[in-house]
Every structure is written in structure tokens, then in C-alpha cells.
């Protein structure tokens, strides 16, 4: 064991009266590491649970990358592009490319007796992944969803319905309940009514979602548009790795797109991704990481300003005892790495009980949802909170390190004391 190593273990395991002055000083550096690296904890899991929550919310109606028709970008309804099985499975050998669905959208009207909504049909068949909506399900049940016509031949009326998925604002404004009937107005060449029941309701409290989408057979909305045979608006590609999707997006334009490949009516096809699509949301979101930088800051500089007075009050009361070690020979260096190892422990101490801290919040609020939100402004009904390890460890070390780095000018106080004048220190 080296000798400051040794000394600072005597120095911090002293439990007599020596301590009166710098005791209070060490409780306060002890605590500001603690809160500070409480709150940045709390902190990093907050933005990235919000984040992930956000994102999974946009991802489940527009998934990660959508390959539609060129002519289509920018229009609700689309052109159609043919999604035969051929094309769906050259989709799906992609590097990356997890899952592959098809969809059709449509614009209708819902009315019920007393009032009516203009809304979008989302047409999904039985591929569909339907993960992400099933949590957010809030009355009801998911149905089956089909690409043909389940009702064997039968004409839809009020006694063979198809099945609708709407949201819970849809729901309130038209006063509907799961189980009820509902009828759906298609304007085109003609007008088309056609009874639906409400199987399910969702909520994901993204308003451009709940006031706009409702979710259908993909039969019904391809054939409200015309379309027939595999004719869709387009197909959704989920990856396996979010982090990935401008390598994955890549990898369809090089090895799909840029061969100049149409589809079996002569379309052209492109991808858009998820951030394309909805580029406000996903810039939103990376603002956030600034909050984010500004807060790990201020935490760190909470650390490093106390442990700062701390260290020079434990150096002002062990004046006598820096004297002696310099009269018995020791060199100012070995001296000034006696009270940084001092001071590390004293931010061992205090990044214990941040750790205990932040991560008993964090657990806390996973647990039980005790800080609720606004959903209407902040998208969520509590504060989503994820935990992750590795940064959990990372933001230690940077403490740990920053913390001892601070001290390094301080501890060059010690260099000013003399000998001679320590001893009649009081």
C-alpha cells in the first residue's frame, strides 16, 4: 500500500473530535456529489424513456420505413402500388429488415344519429403486427384482420358488420362504446355506406393520431379506393435495430430501389423512413438531448464546487499535520495525492448514496407511476422513466473523474504551507 493511500485511510477513519470543523464539510461535499449525481440519473432516464415512448408511439401507425409508390409522397391516400408475395419476400431478405406488412389507406366519414367525423381508414391484413396496439387497447378487443372478405359471401349490413378499431377521442365525441354500430360514408364516383362494429378502442395520446386514424380490414379500404387483387397503398418494413434505419433505408435504395425496380403495374417505388415522414417530431425529440447536456452541467459543477470547499476546510484544519509530514521530510506531491485519495473517498460516499437514490426513484416511478403528466401536452399519462445500466456507470465514472480532476488546483494550497509557521496553527 502506498503512503498516501495509507494516511488518507487513517485520516478518513478517524472517529474522535479531531473532525469538528471539517466534519460538517465533509457531509455537505458528501452531499452534493449525491444529489448531483441523483438528478442526473433521474435525469438521463427520464429523456430516455421519453424518447423511446415517443418514438415507439410514432413507429406503431407509421412503422420504420415505408415502401410506397413515388408519385405518392406527400399525398393522405396514395397511388397504389401491386404488393404481390414475390415482392414481399425480396422485402424481407433485405439486411435489416425485420418484418414486412402490407397496408391501404382511405378517408371516410363516420356518423352516428346525433353527430359525424371525418376520419382516416388504415387498412391492415393478417401479417400486420399488431403488438402496439393491442397496449394500447383501452376498451375491447383486437379482431382478426383480413386481407379477403371473412364474411363468406355475405353483403355487409347491419347483421354482418365488419370490424373497426377507433380511438378513445373518436370514441367520446361520437359517443360509442365497444360492441356498438357504426356506419362509415366513402365518397367517390359514388357514395358508399358501409355498417361497421366497434370491436376496440385505442389510446396512444398522440393526437395526430387519436383525432385522425381508425383501423380497418385492408380489403375494405383497398376496395373503397378501387383497388383490386394486391393493390395497396404500400408496404411497412420494421427493422431490427432503430439505431440502423439510415443503414437499413441504405441498403432497400442500393440492393431495391435504385435498380429501377416497379412493381408488377409499372410503378415506381421508393422508401420514406419514419423520420422523414414525421421530421418535427423526431427534431423534437434531439432537442431534448441539449436539456439533457445543460443538466449533467450544472450536476457535475453542484459535485465539483463542494467537494472544492470541502478540501481546502480539510486542508485549513489539517494544517499542523501537513507541517509535520513536510518537517519529517515528505514532498508537497506525496502530500497533495494523501488528500485526493482522502477525497476520493468522501466521493465514494457520495456516489453510493446517489446511486441509491436516483435508482430507488427511477424504480419507484416504474413501479407505481407516482409523477403523472398532462397526456394532452406531454403524450403520456406518467412519467415514463427507463433505466439503463451502462449509463448508469458511465455517468459514476465521469463524476468520480471530473470531481478528482477539480481538486488537482485546490490541493496545491498545500505547496503554501511552512513548517516552521504550521506548528503554531491553531
Given at each position: 500500500m502506498s503512503f498516501p493511500l495509507f494516511i488518507a485511510r487513517r485520516i478518513n477513519g478517524q472517529t474522535d473530535d479531531r473532525k469538528k470543523v471539517s466534519r460538517p464539510a465533509i457531509r455537505i461535499a458528501t452531499a452534493g456529489v449525491a444529489i448531483g449525481l441523483a438528478v442526473m440519473i433521474v435525469t438521463v432516464a427520464v429523456v430516455l424513456g421519453f424518447k423511446h415512448t415517443i418514438r415507439d408511439k410514432v413507429v406503431g401507425f407509421g412503422s420504420h420505413i415505408q415502401v410506397i409508390n413515388v408519385r405518392s409522397i406527400g399525398s393522405p391516400i396514395g397511388l397504389p402500388v401491386e404488393m404481390n408475395d414475390s415482392l414481399m419476400q425480396q422485402l424481407k431478405t433485405i439486411p435489416g429488415v425485420r418484418h414486412v406488412e402490407r397496408y391501404a389507406m382511405t378517408q371516410g366519414i363516420l356518423k352516428t344519429d346525433e353527430d359525424f367525423l371525418g376520419v382516416m381508414f388504415k387498412g391492415i391484413g393478417p401479417e400486420y403486427d399488431t403488438s402496439f396496439l393491442k397496449d394500447c387497447v383501452v376498451e375491447g378487443q383486437l379482431p382478426a384482420f383480413h386481407d379477403t372478405n371473412p364474411l363468406e359471401g355475405e353483403a355487409n349490413s347491419a347483421e354482418h358488420p365488419y370490424e373497426l378499431v377507433i380511438s378513445k377521442t373518436m370514441a367520446q365525441k361520437l359517443k360509442l362504446k365497444a360492441g356498438d354500430l357504426i356506419y362509415a360514408y366513402f365518397i367517390g364516383e359514388h357514395v358508399t355506406r358501409l355498417a361497421f362494429r366497434v370491436s376496440a378502442i385505442y389510446q396512444t395520446n398522440m393526437k395526430r393520431f387519436d383525432d385522425l386514424f381508425c383501423i380497418a380490414d385492408l380489403f375494405v379500404t383497398a376496395r373503397r379506393n378501387g383497388w383490386k387483387g394486391k393493390l395497396c397503398s404500400g408496404a411497412e418494413l420494421l427493422v431490427d435495430d432503430f439505431d440502423k434505419l439510415q443503414q437499413t433505408d441504405h441498403n432497400i435504395i442500393e440492393s431495391f430501389l435504385r435498380k429501377g425496380r416497379i412493381d408488377s403495374q409499372g410503378n415506381t417505388l421508393t422508401s420514406v423512413t419514419i423520420q422523414q415522414l414525421y421530421p418535427t417530431v423526431f427534431q423534437w425529440l434531439d432537442l431534448l438531448d441539449i436539456n439533457v447536456w445543460i443538466i449533467l452541467a450544472l450536476m457535475v459543477a453542484l459535485a465539483g464546487f463542494t467537494m472544492i470547499s470541502g478540501l481546502l476546510i480539510i486542508i485549513l484544519e489539517r494544517t499542523q499535520m501537513i507541517g509535520v509530514l513536510k518537517a519529517l521530510g515528505a514532498r508537497n506531491a506525496t502530500i497533495r495525492r494523501t488528500f485526493l485519495w482522502f477525497s476520493v473517498f468522501i466521493i465514494g460516499r457520495g456516489l453510493l448514496w446517489g446511486n441509491i437514490i436516483g435508482i430507488g426513484i427511477v424504480l419507484l416511478q416504474k413501479a407505481t407511476g407516482i409523477v403523472s403528466l398532462d397526456p394532452q401536452t406531454y403524450y403520456v399519462s406518467e412519467a415514463p422513466m427507463e433505466l439503463n445500466l451502462l449509463l448508469v456507470v458511465?455517468?459514476?465514472?465521469?463524476?468520480?473523474?471530473?470531481?478528482?480532476?477539480?481538486?488537482?488546483?485546490?490541493?496545491?494550497?498545500?505547496?503554501?504551507?511552512?513548517?516552521?509557521?504550521?506548528?503554531?496553527?491553531?
Amino acid at each position: 500500500m502506498s503512503f498516501p493511500l495509507f494516511i488518507a485511510r487513517r485520516i478518513n477513519g478517524q472517529t474522535d473530535d479531531r473532525k469538528k470543523v471539517s466534519r460538517p464539510a465533509i457531509r455537505i461535499a458528501t452531499a452534493g456529489v449525491a444529489i448531483g449525481l441523483a438528478v442526473m440519473i433521474v435525469t438521463v432516464a427520464v429523456v430516455l424513456g421519453f424518447k423511446h415512448t415517443i418514438r415507439d408511439k410514432v413507429v406503431g401507425f407509421g412503422s420504420h420505413i415505408q415502401v410506397i409508390n413515388v408519385r405518392s409522397i406527400g399525398s393522405p391516400i396514395g397511388l397504389p402500388v401491386e404488393m404481390n408475395d414475390s415482392l414481399m419476400q425480396q422485402l424481407k431478405t433485405i439486411p435489416g429488415v425485420r418484418h414486412v406488412e402490407r397496408y391501404a389507406m382511405t378517408q371516410g366519414i363516420l356518423k352516428t344519429d346525433e353527430d359525424f367525423l371525418g376520419v382516416m381508414f388504415k387498412g391492415i391484413g393478417p401479417e400486420y403486427d399488431t403488438s402496439f396496439l393491442k397496449d394500447c387497447v383501452v376498451e375491447g378487443q383486437l379482431p382478426a384482420f383480413h386481407d379477403t372478405n371473412p364474411l363468406e359471401g355475405e353483403a355487409n349490413s347491419a347483421e354482418h358488420p365488419y370490424e373497426l378499431v377507433i380511438s378513445k377521442t373518436m370514441a367520446q365525441k361520437l359517443k360509442l362504446k365497444a360492441g356498438d354500430l357504426i356506419y362509415a360514408y366513402f365518397i367517390g364516383e359514388h357514395v358508399t355506406r358501409l355498417a361497421f362494429r366497434v370491436s376496440a378502442i385505442y389510446q396512444t395520446n398522440m393526437k395526430r393520431f387519436d383525432d385522425l386514424f381508425c383501423i380497418a380490414d385492408l380489403f375494405v379500404t383497398a376496395r373503397r379506393n378501387g383497388w383490386k387483387g394486391k393493390l395497396c397503398s404500400g408496404a411497412e418494413l420494421l427493422v431490427d435495430d432503430f439505431d440502423k434505419l439510415q443503414q437499413t433505408d441504405h441498403n432497400i435504395i442500393e440492393s431495391f430501389l435504385r435498380k429501377g425496380r416497379i412493381d408488377s403495374q409499372g410503378n415506381t417505388l421508393t422508401s420514406v423512413t419514419i423520420q422523414q415522414l414525421y421530421p418535427t417530431v423526431f427534431q423534437w425529440l434531439d432537442l431534448l438531448d441539449i436539456n439533457v447536456w445543460i443538466i449533467l452541467a450544472l450536476m457535475v459543477a453542484l459535485a465539483g464546487f463542494t467537494m472544492i470547499s470541502g478540501l481546502l476546510i480539510i486542508i485549513l484544519e489539517r494544517t499542523q499535520m501537513i507541517g509535520v509530514l513536510k518537517a519529517l521530510g515528505a514532498r508537497n506531491a506525496t502530500i497533495r495525492r494523501t488528500f485526493l485519495w482522502f477525497s476520493v473517498f468522501i466521493i465514494g460516499r457520495g456516489l453510493l448514496w446517489g446511486n441509491i437514490i436516483g435508482i430507488g426513484i427511477v424504480l419507484l416511478q416504474k413501479a407505481t407511476g407516482i409523477v403523472s403528466l398532462d397526456p394532452q401536452t406531454y403524450y403520456v399519462s406518467e412519467a415514463p422513466m427507463e433505466l439503463n445500466l451502462l449509463l448508469v456507470v458511465l455517468l459514476n465514472i465521469a463524476t468520480l473523474l471530473i470531481s478528482v480532476f477539480v481538486l488537482v488546483g485546490p490541493s496545491y494550497l498545500i505547496s503554501r504551507i511552512h513548517p516552521a509557521r504550521s506548528m503554531r496553527y491553531e
